[in-house]
């Protein structure tokens, strides 16, 4: 059974600094490309950044370029987001998944979802 499980996530004030972490079990984790997503109350599911299966390419939104920085130790079958000079903006659910194809910043590209994990950026 596939498994992604989201942690890291909290309460921080803006400029400060989070760092989530994303599981996986039950999948050869150095086959899949994987992504970080986010949604607020209201919105739909967006892409936030992205890594292919080697560590060697990455990709951003916009709006996180040079605050944020995605990550994966294929050792430890977890992938990172290391999110800097947060906004109250970036407030939202955020959603590690996994791809088996390719890599992708489509929602529907994405095979396994994680659960999860609540980020709150007070002003």
């Known amino acids: 059974q596939v498994q992604l499980v989201e942690s890291g996530g909290g309460l921080v004030q803006a400029g400060g600094s989070l760092r989530l972490s994303c599981m996986a079990s039950?999948?050869?984790?150095?086959?899949?490309?994987l992504g970080w997503f986010r949604q607020a109350p209201g919105k739909e599911r967006e892409f936030v950044a992205a890594?292919?299966?080697?560590?060697?390419?990455?990709y951003y939104t916009d709006s996180v370029k040079g605050r944020f920085t995605i990550s994966r130790d294929n050792s430890k079958n977890t992938m990172y987001l290391q999110m800097n000079s947060l906004k109250p903006e970036d407030t939202a659910v955020y959603y590690c998944?996994?791809?088996?194809?390719?890599?992708?910043?489509?929602?529907?590209?994405?095979?396994?979802w994680g659960q999860g994990t609540q980020v709150t950026v007070s002003s």
């Open positions: 998944a996994a791809n088996w194809l390719r890599d992708s910043r489509k929602v529907n590209d994405y095979d396994w």
């Open positions: 039950g999948l050869t984790f150095r086959n899949y490309a």
């Open positions: 890594i292919d299966r080697s560590c060697g390419t990455t």
